[in-house]
């Protein structure tokens, strides 16, 4: 690049000024119109959307470029140009794809420093500072009522879903900063659309440098990490990867302290690599990898459920009874991730684009216990299931004039789902007088397998308008379909109205109509009849394939500035559903399958406030919901006949419904404006409880929880005084500090496999070494 002028080396010295000036705390839930809504702080009056994500952007680049020893920021011409021509190219990127009218909740570098346990923390524990995130087993989180419809994107790339269910195949680690965003979306997001969590990666502008990390404690938990970052010319690179080693890989099924055979080993690498062409031009490429190996952890004293009188008496039954116990069974489980995002961005006067490629494969094998699965379900399964996808996503955005932004775009995949099972049961030979089963006791084996290919697709255009100076109106079209195991498609009007009556002040309203296909790797290919007659027979023979969900969203809110860096908002919504999709774990390996209720409706408020001055911050968040379904209409070979009975003309809890959840969290930076700062920090997460079943389905409430965390990172600048080191952190972290022992899951309940009982207090402990 040539050098820059000296107006050039002036605005990006006035730019970097502004990113500092900026308050950082983002706690709040907000209502956005515009990508950087004021929780990347106030922005002045007539300040423009562009301008507010131009400081916003900037601020994530320029205050970390090439961080000397001593703390400063080494300006070069080469560095302010390539500080200001990737700030530019963030922020058409940002505005390809707004939220105007949505609820936002952003995470900042500051905030995922913040929280306990900073980037070592999972993805899901930071999740839950946000308003509306509920906890579950397995490390799922429900956002606003729904159970898994949560869509991740990397830089505005939508990842298709993949097979995980234990491990996250994203790590905090990835990301820069991150946003969720919930409500009535725009036309631009669709397919799973209970939230969006956007993670933007760490590059080598925003993140130059590299950085050693070893941190562990409790239970054998062993997590070194390594990243580095940099640029040079128009080239930009960054990698980070990172091993785990824990006793706690799932949650324990018993309120000890430790679990028995509960093992994990993982390991994440994320890569980035971009091309700068010029000012208006940049390709990008991301690929990611995650392969996860879990334990499943025992449950001892379990009723052997495979014990019929026929069978007890049998020489196999005393063989594997004299054998076999629930506190030492041998169940795997591995999960693997691979990913790759390919895109290209250009910008051309009026009209910004970003147009990616796509591909992520994702499988999930299970391996029994032979002879334990046999004895307590009748059934010792290996399950291998796993999901191939490929797509492509392009964004459009033309500036048609002051008053109108028009945007359209599209996503297309191709998926290849192949699923295959060998099953050791016990094959019925008649009925007693009471008309139980009796089985031979030999065994037999079946083997089933299936593999299909399907579709994906979406369409979408919306106009932004602004008839007046503080009013934006956007609306516009979704065209959706799904040729998969169903075949479906839907047009989805959306609209949102975003008033700003004064400074500081917005409400907002919107409609959307939502279109969700079927998780394609969740739905069930089994061939029943193979099964009847055996151990592993289901209750059921019938097996309606899962349908897509079609839903009428509404949402309003309004947030407020209430004093500089005291934020303050409150939201409700209401979404009424036709199909609406649920997931469950039925039989021994942990892979969940999809179903529909006929109808549902999910609806509930929240309200979020944070407040930040100085080294100080504060922020807390409560949230109220009520979800429900009625009468099962899909894959109900996996439920009992009775409940289907009595769901089929009732409404129900859906078991993921938990009425009340908060979380809040404070921090404090001591001797911020020298070299060795020391940062305290607490959050906390309360939850009123998840669904169990009582005389009826989910009828039952498993009982109310509050836990909370500490932090402690003191930093130095040169401790060891060599030049090529830099920051050195040292840190202490408590989860749970009061070591409350509660319980996320009872066992029992729709969909609900075993029981599951949450982190007991942990300590642990870190050094981090950037260079």
Not at 619 to 648: C, E, H, M, V
């Amino acid at each position: 690049m040539s050098s820059p002028r000296p107006a050039l080396r002036m605005t990006a010295i006035l730019l970097a000024g502004t990113a500092f000036a900026l308050p950082q705390a983002v706690r709040a839930a907000t209502t956005d119109q515009s990508p950087p809504a004021k929780a990347s702080g106030p922005t002045t009056d007539g300040d423009t959307p562009q301008a507010a994500a131009s400081r916003t952007s900037f601020s994530t680049t320029a205050a970390t470029d090439r961080v000397l020893p001593d703390g400063s920021v080494e300006a070069t011409a080469a560095n302010e140009e390539h500080i200001v021509v990737n700030a530019h190219l963030d922020l058409m990127r940002a505005t390809l794809q707004p939220a105007t009218g949505a609820t936002i909740y952003r995470f900042t570098r500051r905030d995922l420093e913040t929280i306990p346990g900073g980037d070592n923390a999972p993805l899901n524990s930071v999740l839950l500072q946000a308003p509306g995130v509920a906890q579950d087993s397995y490390g799922q989180i429900h956002i606003r009522g729904d159970h898994n419809e949560v869509q991740f994107r990397l830089d505005g790339v939508e990842l298709p879903e993949g097979m995980n269910v234990f491990g996250q195949a994203l790590m905090t680690r990835f990301a820069h900063s991150m946003s969720l965003t919930t409500g009535a979306l725009p036309s631009e997001y669709g397919f799973l659309q209970a939230g969006v969590i956007d993670i933007t990666t760490k590059t080598g502008s925003a993140d130059p440098g590299g950085d050693v990390s070893i941190y562990g404690g409790a239970r054998d938990y062993f997590f070194p990490s390594l990243q580095y970052g940099g640029h040079a010319g128009k080239w930009d690179y960054f990698a980070t990867a990172d091993f785990v080693h824990d006793r706690v890989g799932i949650e324990n099924p018993t309120p000890d302290f430790n679990a028995l055979h509960d093992l994990t080993n993982q390991y994440h690498f994320l890569g980035h690599l971009r091309y700068t062409a010029d000012e208006n031009t940049r390709i990008s490429l991301t690929a990611g990898v995650s392969n996860a190996e879990y334990q499943l952890p025992n449950n001892p004293g379990q009723q052997r459920q495979f014990a019929n009188p026929s069978f007890l008496g049998s020489a196999l039954s005393q063989n594997l009874y004299g054998s076999v116990d629930s506190a030492s069974l041998n169940e795997r489980q591995k999960e693997i991730t691979d990913f790759g995002i390919l895109s290209l961005q250009k910008d051309i006067g009026t009209i910004s684009l970003q147009s990616s490629a796509v591909v992520r494969y994702s499988s999930l094998g299970y391996s029994p216990d032979m002879l334990g699965d046999l004895v307590y379900n009748g059934n010792a399964q290996r399950a291998q299931r796993s999901v191939f996808s490929s797509g492509s996503q392009t964004d459009v955005t033309w500036h048609a004039n002051p008053h109108h932004t028009v945007r359209f775009g599209y996503q297309v995949y191709v998926e290849r789902v192949v699923s295959k099972t060998d099953s050791t049961v016990y094959p019925q030979t008649g009925t007693d007088d009471d008309g139980n089963a009796i089985y031979d006791d030999r065994t037999i084996s079946i083997h089933d397998g299936n593999g299909r290919t399907g579709w994906l697709y979406g369409l979408y255009a919306q106009d932004e308008w602004q008839p007046i100076r503080n009013l934006t109106i956007n609306y516009g079209l979704r065209f959706d379909g799904v040729d998969e195991y169903t075949h479906s498609k839907q047009v989805s009007p959306r609209i949102n109205i975003v008033y700003q009556p004064w400074h500081g002040g917005t409400f907002h309203a919107g409609y959307s109509r939502y279109y969700t296909p079927p998780p394609f790797e969740l739905v069930g290919g089994t061939s029943l009849n193979k099964f009847a007659n055996t151990s592993a027979a289901p209750g059921t023979l019938q097996d309606t394939t899962v349908k897509a969900e079609r839903d009428h969203y509404f949402d309003a809110g309004f947030a407020q500035e209430i004093l500089p860096g005291w934020h303050a908002s409150v939201d409700a919504y209401v979404k009424l559903a036709k199909n609406l999709i649920d997931e469950g774990q039925f039989g021994s390996p942990i892979i969940l399958s999809a179903f529909n209720y006929r109808r549902g409706q999910v609806h509930g408020y929240e309200f979020a406030t944070d407040y930040t001055r100085g080294p100080f911050s504060v922020y807390g968040n409560f949230a109220w919901s009520r979800a429900i379904g009625k009468d099962i209409t899909t894959a109900q070979w996996n439920f009992d006949p009775d409940d289907l009975a009595y769901i089929q003309h009732r409404w129900i809890h859906l078991d993921h419904d938990q009425r009340w959840t908060a979380s809040a969290g404070a921090s404090y930076t001591a001797f911020y404006r020298t070299g060795h700062p020391l940062r305290l920090s607490a959050t906390m997460v309360y939850g009123s409880g998840l669904r169990q079943d009582s005389d009826i389905p989910n009828g039952g409430v498993v009982p109310q929880y509050e836990t909370f965390n500490l932090s402690a990172v003191q930093s130095f600048r040169d401790l060891f005084h060599i030049p090529f080191l830099k920051r050195t952190q040292l840190r202490l972290d408590v989860i749970n500090l009061f070591d409350k022992r509660y319980e996320l899951r009872s066992g029992t309940g729709i969909g609900v496999g075993a029981p599951q009982y949450g982190l007991r207090r942990t300590i642990l402990t870190g050094i981090d070494q950037r260079f």
